[in-house]
């Protein structure tokens, strides 16, 4: 047999490694982390405070080597207490999102599902609301959101795991209905809540936002969602196991149930806390999955690195726009829909077949 | 290496799907398990495979109890081939195959060079290689059949349980699906497999087990087995049992009447 020239999607006969072209595979990663890494920069620079992207590396490389200043103290402050802040947060709650929606859709063996699936955005959200009604503070509102989203899920897992033949339908129905009667409840507190001071605050806050956290608020977002990603991320290859029906992935002599529980808490932790720090921001956890399936492939193994890199990117791009399309700031659940819907209508008119 | 199964029973409540099942495979040999829908084949499969416990009996692996294997262990003796999958999202031939190596990738690991060769090694087996890259998706039927198949075999089992193995495919995939799961009982390989088509029994069958209404009807040689009185027992109708010579072999078959009048056709044999 002659030697194919180039050897592209073909294999190597000496090689044990001949999958998914590797070298495509990290080109297109690559290129994707340089995108990632300039929008890091650039989004220090821009703002209603513009600082260049040079003075930006000077100041964030004095916080490890100190150098000489030749920028201005004000442009410091900019960028260390006010955007640095919100940059990691938007990495933190993208990449968070995008993660849960991967699995989620993995779990249900079903692309249209997002991380809200078993409640945990409506619980959030009803903790978020009472919190601001009964006047919480910041840290007692997040923290209500974050132990109501956890409670949500907990009711949806532990209702849906009765309907023993078919635990997966169990756990969907159960979360619809946890997640409507959240919805419910937060409905009920916007009709109770005061109308001048309370309600605008419980809207303005259900539609998600960044602009309000601070650099000692990052460690309630960080701490979980690294505690959610971590194992999920080091999973990552046995995830695909969880897109096999229950009798063929327990014949392959795995514990499939032991790992959807472990996967379904990790993805939790992390949606609840995203909801509790930054509201509700929909969109990410359903689409950026299918952008990361697309560009690798559905293996986990790829994919959901891929999709946490593309998740983090695109809620910071999302949330530049936020800072300077207009001159106060577009709620990020209205602006991902914005940004993210026509681009996925545009892509399903383009090439409809391939979308899954 | 065998499977015994004795004096099994399974019901759903009152429900009785399986009643004093018993009998013994051993390796090298293809056993058909023949009966209706809804003849408890699929039931027994499950039984065999540990995936319920919830039965009367016992199933013996290599004289061992299976209660006794947790599910790694099983995976490590016998693999399963389900009846057909309609996989969501659209995973390469190699990565689907890859997936049987499930039981012993340990968690936090990834599949490693051993796991890879052994895929490559199933693909040549069964002369899928050329899929490789290919999406499970975008395969024929017959195809993804021999596919799951490699899926079993890089479990490194000598036991393969197949449901319906053939059920979807077309009359020419049918027979080189079956033809490669001949070859594989030749290497050693014991292959349990259910189907609803008695011919192919006749083909490639070492012993087949007819079950009516959750009981042994028959058990033993296909020609045998099979006679028109089984038949008619098993699937409520008439058929007539023909043999023709291809080279040495004598095969049976089997027609359907056409129905109304119950006339059989002339026999050849």
Same mark, same amino acid.
């Given at each position: ?13 000496? $090689? ?16 994707? $982390? ?6 890091? /920069? ?19 490389? #004095? ?44 779990i249900f063996k079903n ?48 209702v849906g795991s009765k309907m023993k033949n078919n635990p997966t339908l169990g756990m969907v129905l159960a979360g619809?209905?946890?997640? =409507?009667? /959240?919805?419910?409840?937060? =409905? ?23 602009? =309000? ?26 995830? #695909?196991?969880?897109?096999?029906e229950d009798d063929?992935?327990r ?5 499939i149930r032991?790992?959807r ?10 949606? =609840? ?33 891929? $999709? ?34 026509? /681009? /996925? ?12 | ?11 759903? @409540? ?16 293809? &056993? ?5 829908? %809804?003849?408890?084949?699929? *039931? ?5 495979? %540990? ?21 790694? !262990? ?13 996989? *969501?999202?659209?995973?390469? &031939?190699?990565? *689907? ?57 890089? !479990? ?61 009807? %028959?058990? @033993? ?17 008439? &058929? ?6 291809? %080279? ?22």
């Amino acid at each position: 047999m002659t030697k194919l020239n180039g050897e592209k999607r073909g294999y190597d006969h000496n $090689s044990w490694r001949f999958h998914f072209p590797h070298t495509q595979i990290i080109k297109r990663l690559s290129i994707l $982390s340089v995108i990632g890494l300039i929008l890091f /920069f650039v989004s220090f620079a821009i703002g209603r405070y513009y600082v260049p992207v040079i003075d930006v590396i000077k100041i964030l490389f #004095n916080l490890i080597f100190p150098l000489e200043p030749t920028w201005s103290s004000q442009a410091e402050t900019v960028v260390l207490q006010v955007r640095l802040p919100r940059i990691i947060a938007a990495i933190l709650v993208g990449g968070a999102l995008a993660a849960a929606g991967s699995v989620f859709q993995g779990i249900f063996k079903n692309p249209l599902v997002s991380p809200d699936i078993m409640g945990a955005s409506a619980g959030a959200g009803f903790g978020a609301a009472l919190g601001l009604l009964l006047s919480f503070g910041y840290y007692g509102t997040s923290t209500t959101a974050f132990i109501l989203g956890l409670v949500a899920v907990f009711i949806a897992l532990v209702v849906g795991s009765k309907m023993k033949n078919n635990p997966t339908l169990g756990m969907v129905l159960a979360g619809i209905m946890v997640g =409507s009667l /959240f919805t419910a409840g937060v =409905s009920f507190i916007k009709l109770v809540a005061d109308p001048m001071d309370e309600l605008p605050a419980i809207t303005y806050w259900l539609m998600g936002s960044l602009a =309000s956290i601070r650099l000692g608020d990052l460690l309630f977002l960080f701490v979980p969602v690294l505690v959610g990603i971590v194992p999920l991320f080091l999973l990552r290859w046995h995830l #695909n196991m969880l897109t096999l029906e229950d009798d063929e992935a327990r014949a392959m002599g795995l514990n499939i149930r032991q790992l959807r529980i472990i996967v379904i808490i990790c993805a939790t932790l992390t949606t =609840s806390a995203c909801v509790a720090m930054s509201g509700m921001i929909g969109w990410v956890g359903l689409v950026i999955p299918h952008f990361a399936r697309k560009m690798v492939g559905c293996n986990f193994q790829v994919m959901l690195p891929t $999709s946490i890199v593309m998740g983090a990117g695109f809620l910071l791009a999302v949330d530049d726009l936020a800072r300077i399309i207009a001159s106060s700031e577009i709620p990020l659940g209205i602006l991902t829909a914005f940004v993210g819907a026509p /681009f /996925f209508l545009h892509l399903i008119l383009k090439k409809g077949r391939e979308i899954i | 290496m065998s499977i015994a199964v004795k004096n099994l029973s399974f019901a759903y @409540g009152s429900h009785k799907v399986l009643e004093d099942i018993s009998f013994t495979a051993h390796e090298g040999e293809m &056993v058909y398990v023949l009966g209706a829908n %809804g003849a408890g084949k699929s *039931t027994l499969f499950r039984c065999i495979l %540990g995936l319920t416990d919830s039965y009367g009996g016992i199933v013996l692996l290599n004289g061992h109890d299976i209660r006794k294997f947790n599910p790694s !262990q099983l995976a490590a003796q016998m693999a399963y081939i389900p009846q057909n999958t309609f996989p *969501t999202f659209s995973y390469s &031939v190699e990565e *689907t195959i890859l997936m049987g190596r499930a039981a012993f990738i340990k968690p936090f690991h990834s599949p490693g060079k051993k796991d890879y060769v052994l895929v490559r090694d199933a693909m040549r087996q069964l002369n899928i290689e050329k899929l490789a890259q290919k999406s499970f998706k975008e395969i024929s039927g017959g195809e993804q059949q021999l596919v799951i198949i490699a899926r079993a075999l890089v !479990q490194q089992t000598k036991i393969l349980i197949m449901d319906e193995p053939t059920s979807s495919l077309d009359f020419g995939n049918q027979l080189r699906v079956l033809r490669k799961v001949k070859e594989l009982t030749k290497k050693g390989y014991l292959v349990i497999l259910s189907s609803h088509n008695p011919e192919h029994a006749f083909l490639f069958a070492d012993r087949v087990l007819a079950l009516a209404d959750g009981k042994v009807a %028959g058990c @033993g040689k296909p020609e045998e087995v099979l006679t028109k009185k089984l038949m008619q027992k098993l699937y409520k109708e008439e &058929v007539d049992i023909g043999q023709v010579q291809w %080279g040495e072999r004598t095969i049976s078959y089997c027609l359907p009447s056409l129905g109304g009048e119950n006339e059989a056709y002339v026999s050849v044999g």
